[in-house]
């Protein structure tokens, strides 16, 4: 593969925090996405921003659904400039570009430029989703991936792929290796995505690979198209 998406959930990030970000992760996923892009692999990373907040869950209290999802968009913007930096720490070449108008802190999201840092060899972070509220950020990822024309989208998560239950809660979980999208939008016990997401990825026949990326090398395997985690087809 030679064009990847890669999203990484805030709360990832958070690592061994309940919030914010651990910074000796963030730089452990540096040097793991480094050896992707040592291969030649062009790395595009979407981030939430679940470790400050949720639009969803901030919304009420006078506080409109529309300004919660812009307090979300920011909580990215946070994870994006830090990640920047880390990523940079460690020997990166990395960009922050931003869906939202904030150029004090990040360049604003282009196609173009875009295609010219990824050509000079260096790793994006998209920060603020789409820059729209009601869109979560696995709907942008796979927009995104769209728009870059990747070859897959990566889902980063704690877990080695998607199981017929939550495997934190039943210990008969039985993971799947793949799964095609219609049932990965239709069974309500398949929530590792936004049902939104995978409805788009299935329209335009984007792959979904929802994989362990705390495991090292595996965001390097996923790059180069091996096995790992549960690929949605």
């Known amino acids: 593969m030679n064009r990847v998406l890669l999203k990484l959930s805030g709360e990832m ?27 030649g692999c062009q790395v595009v990373i979407m981030i939430g921003g ?12 006078g506080i409109k659904r529309v300004t919660g999802d812009h307090m979300g968009m920011l909580g ?7 990640l920047t930096d880390i990523f940079e720490a460690n020997g990166l070449m990395t960009r922050c570009l931003s869906n939202i108008f904030a150029q004090q802190v990040a360049e604003s999201f282009s196609h173009r430029l875009v295609e010219k840092h990824l050509e000079s060899g260096r790793v994006i972070i998209v920060a603020g989703g789409l820059g729209r509220p009601y869109i979560t950020t696995d709907t942008a990822a796979v927009n995104l991936a769209l728009e870059l024309d990747c070859n897959v989208v990566l889902k980063a998560t704690k877990v080695d792929g998607v199981y017929d239950k939550d495997p934190e809660k039943y210990e008969d979980a039985v993971k799947i290796d793949s799964l095609d999208y219609a049932r990965a939008v239709e069974d309500p016990d398949i929530r590792i995505m ?25 965001i390097s395997r996923a790059c180069h198209g091996e096995t790992v985690g549960t690929k949605i087809s």
């Open 13 to 39: 990030l958070a690592g061994k925090f309940d919030h914010g970000i651990d910074t000796e992760l963030a730089g452990w996923l540096a040097r793991e996405v480094q050896k992707a892009s040592n291969d």
């Open 50 to 61: 679940g470790n400050y907040v949720r639009g969803a869950q901030v919304a009420g209290g």
């Open 76 to 82: 990215t913007m946070i994870n994006a400039i830090a």
């Open 194 to 218: 936004d049902k939104a997401a995978m409805a788009q990825a299935q329209e335009y026949d984007m792959p979904i690979v929802v994989f362990d990326a705390l495991k090292e090398g595996n």
